[in-house]
């Protein structure tokens, strides 16, 4: 039901875009969130969108970085991810959220996970 794309090896400071194609649920009635996992940590909120679009949430480590907004005339949600640091290497999980308190990031409010993408950082 939500299927994460764009991931990759990438060399400090560049940028990438990952994507979150959602089906099977209503696109409208949820808000959409990331969250990434690096190796032997645990998973982490990164950003979130609310369902109308109208407000968006960051995890300080990567605002003024990241940009997370949905794809007009698609059910799909995008992250820009630009001026990549090391440390952003993880795998990055989409995830969509009928609870109100989604824009506090934790894991067990969100209702359905899609996969993962992993995102390499290299210095």
């Given at each position: 039901?939500?299927?994460?794309?764009?991931?990759?090896?990438?060399?400090?400071?560049?940028?990438?875009?990952?994507?979150?194609?959602?089906?099977?649920?209503?696109?409208?009635?949820?808000?959409?969130?990331?969250?990434?996992?690096?190796?032997?940590?645990?998973?982490?909120?990164?950003?979130a969108i609310r369902r109308g679009g109208t407000a968006t949430y960051y995890?300080?480590?990567?605002?003024?970085?990241?940009?997370?907004?949905?794809?007009?005339?698609?059910?799909?949600?995008?992250?820009?991810?630009?001026?990549?640091?090391?440390?952003?290497?993880?795998?990055?999980?989409?995830?969509?959220?009928?609870?109100?308190?989604?824009?506090?990031?934790?894991?067990?409010?969100?209702?359905?996970?899609?996969?993962?993408?992993?995102?390499?950082?290299?210095?």
């Amino acid at each position: 039901q939500l299927q994460a794309s764009g991931g990759g090896l990438v060399q400090a400071g560049g940028s990438l875009r990952l994507s979150c194609a959602i089906s099977g649920i209503p696109f409208s009635g949820h808000h959409i969130g990331w969250f990434r996992q690096a190796p032997g940590k645990d998973r982490e909120f990164v950003a979130a969108i609310r369902r109308g679009g109208t407000a968006t949430y960051y995890v300080d480590s990567v605002k003024g970085r990241f940009i997370i907004s949905k794809v007009s005339g698609k059910n799909t949600v995008s992250l820009q991810m630009n001026s990549l640091k090391p440390e952003d290497t993880a795998v990055y999980y989409c995830a969509a959220s009928v609870n109100v308190r989604f824009a506090q990031g934790r894991s067990e409010d969100y209702n359905y996970w899609g996969q993962g993408t992993l995102v390499t950082v290299s210095s």
